[in-house]
């Protein structure tokens, strides 16, 4: 089956810096990959997805990167703000027909500083 | 809108027991999905329902079982309870065609 890795677990940054998360996957056949947002006792949101037809994609502060050679993808978050403080998932399906069956990275934790 | 609804929000059972959860999805959205959240192994898919069918599911043991009714309200039940299920158990509604876009709260289970 699929496994998605995700690093790094933990990432500390200033506020307005940018913070990069990477995953990496394993079935060559995922092409579907959705990020999500959780803030500390709330549910995931998610944020930006991008399927495997697309090298990049952006909205406003944050854009997704994908590339299918190396089966990684990367989520880039500019200009953070002490608001965007939350734990980032990764996840990839093969999204065959309407099968959206995630398999998740274990989670960053993004702390930014005012 | 109302979002996605899931209850109980927390719960707590003893070993052995079982335990039905409850996710009522956004109006209009026909697809449901179940996760499981704990800290050591992250998010898990549990299953997928789509107009009353499991579409989808993941690697879990079939003490874990879900249905869909009509009016795409779902619920999942576990039975024979071990202390490593205690975990927040999330759900999720999109239209039918598109990835899980809407999680619920959660419901909390606990196992004592």
């Known amino acids: 089956g699929e496994n998605v890795e995700q690093h790094p677990s933990t990432l500390s940054v200033q506020e307005g810096d940018s913070a990069v998360i990477k995953c990496t996957y394993s079935d060559s056949a995922s092409n579907y990959f959705p990020w999500y947002k959780q803030e500390l006792g709330k549910r995931p949101q998610l944020i930006i997805d991008i399927r495997s037809n697309v090298g990049e994609k952006k909205d406003q502060r944050i854009a997704v990167t994908l590339n299918k050679t190396a089966k990684h993808f990367s989520l880039h978050i500019t200009e953070t703000q002490p608001e965007d403080s939350a734990v980032y998932f990764c996840?990839?399906?093969?999204?065959?027909?309407?099968?959206?069956?995630?398999?998740f990275g274990k989670g960053t934790l993004l702390t930014v500083n005012p | 809108k109302a979002g996605v609804t899931q209850t109980p929000r927390y719960l707590i059972k003893t070993r052995g027991q079982q335990v039905t959860l409850s996710c009522s999805p956004i109006?209009?959205?026909?697809?449901v999905s179940w996760y499981q959240q704990t800290p050591g192994q992250g998010l898990q898919f549990l299953f997928e329902y789509f107009s009353e069918t499991q579409r989808n599911k993941g690697n879990f043991p079939g003490r874990f079982s879900g249905r869909q009714f009509s009016n795409s309200r779902s619920e999942m039940n576990v039975s024979t309870l071990e202390l490593g299920d205690s975990a927040l158990y999330l759900c999720?509604?999109?239209?039918?065609?598109?990835?899980?876009?809407?999680f619920g709260d959660g419901t909390r289970l606990s196992i004592l």
């Open positions: 996840a990839a399906s093969n999204s065959g027909g309407s099968n959206y069956k995630l398999t």
């Open positions: 999720a509604s999109s239209l039918g065609q598109g990835p899980p876009q809407h």
């Open positions: 109006s209009g959205h026909r697809s």
